[in-house]
T-cell receptor, first 118, second 114 residues
């Protein structure tokens, strides 16, 4: 059972370049999330989705776009990368409707994607 | 707005000893969930333990237990019989019932010495 898979795991970008991070989950989860992790800041929510075809802004959405065309996939895009976007990015998923009221809404994370913008 | 505070940036413990990591949170809600996540050097986030606010009994998972003080808004993690593999960053997290956002603290780095 793969759980949550992120690709790529490492990427170096030049300022102004664009890229897309792909997140895939095989747990039939309704909700998916993108977080970024920076030293001393914990994890901060960028964008999230409550179901196929939906997206919503989190705490730090500026400079990012997302799409959820398929339930199992959640894409994070950087249209014009900036050095301030150097970070570790985590995808997560949760809320299988079958366990909606019993699980405590445990959230499952991917392994992280290291992005460096130079 | 809800906030989660971990006031200990770093902690250390001797192997086989017990260590407690602190977490406080601020909320006006009565129904919510609290979590401790472990992040080893591999960076993957691993759920350690979960506590439902409506439950008075403290959650326990093997060597990991919590001290949940709802009135004080405190949620500390106790690791008993510490092992070298427990060395990691530990994040406390809060989630309000029926919402979709998990709010994290800034983490505590735990070192385990042999």
């Amino acid at each position: 059972n793969a759980g949550v898979t992120q690709t790529p795991k490492f990427r170096v970008l030049k300022t102004g370049q664009s890229m897309t991070l792909l997140c895939a989950q095989d747990m039939n989860h309704e909700y998916m999330y993108w977080y970024r992790q920076d030293p001393g800041m914990g994890l901060r929510l960028i964008h999230y989705s409550v179901g196929e075809g939906t997206t919503a802004k989190g705490e730090v959405p500026d400079g990012y776009n997302v799409s959820r065309l398929k339930k199992q996939n959640f894409l994070l895009g950087l249209e014009s990368a900036a050095p301030s976007q150097t970070s570790v990015y985590f995808c997560a998923s949760s809320w299988d409707r079958g366990e909606l009221w019993t699980s405590g809404n445990t959230i499952y994370f991917g392994e992280g994607s290291w992005l460096t913008v130079v | 707005a809800q906030t989660v505070t971990q006031s200990q940036p770093e902690m250390s413990v001797q192997e086989a000893e017990t260590v407690t990591l602190s977490c406080t949170y601020d909320t006006s809600e009565s129904d919510y969930y609290l979590f401790w996540y472990k992040q080893p050097p591999s960076r993957q986030m691993i759920l350690v333990i979960r506590q439902e606010a409506y439950k008075q009994q403290n959650a326990t998972e093997n060597r990991f237990s919590v001290n949940f003080q709802k009135a004080a808004k405190s949620f500390s993690l106790k690791i008993s019989d510490s092992q070298l593999g427990d060395a990691a960053m530990y994040f406390c997290a809060y989630r309000r019932d029926n919402t979709d956002k998990l709010i994290f603290g800034t983490g505590t780095r735990l070192q385990v010495f042999p």
